[in-house]
Nanobody, 124 residues
Framework: QVQLVESGGGLVQAGGSLRLSCAAS????????MSWFRQAPGKEREFVAA????????SYANSVRGRFTISRDNAKNTLYLQMSSLKPEDTAVYYC?????????????????WGQGTQVTVSS
């Protein structure tokens, strides 16, 4: 049974930083593309960042490029999202997602496995 468990969310002031983690119980973690999505109240879930397994290629949404960094530790089956220069508009529930592919999909329908999410709130 696949489980994705996010942690690290919280309340932070604008300009601050947070690091999210996603612990994955996937046997094929090292070859899975792992991603972060977010959903603000009243809005659709949107792509934030993705990282492939073996090659380590990355993709970022324009809104976070240069401020967020996605990384992974395949030995620990853990995905990370380092968020810096946070803005109030980054406030959302952040979700970890996984799919067994070598690509970098950016739409929710492409992902098979999802975590329960962790709340990030950025105050102005």
């Amino acid at each position: 049974q696949v489980q994705l468990v996010e942690s690290g969310g919280g309340l932070v002031q604008a300009g601050g930083s947070l690091r999210l983690s996603c612990a994955a119980s996937i046997q094929s973690f090292r070859i899975a593309t792992m991603s972060w999505f977010r959903q603000a109240p009243g809005k659709e879930r949107e792509f934030v960042a993705a990282m492939t397994g073996n090659s380590g290629r990355t993709s970022y949404a324009n809104s976070v490029r240069g401020r967020f960094t996605i990384s992974r530790d395949n030995a620990k089956n853990t995905l990370y999202l380092q968020m810096s220069s946070l803005k109030p508009e980054d406030t959302a529930v952040y979700y970890c997602a996984a799919v067994l592919t070598t690509g970098l999909p950016t739409t929710t329908r492409d992902y098979r496995y999802w975590g329960q999410g962790t709340q990030v709130t950025v105050s102005s």
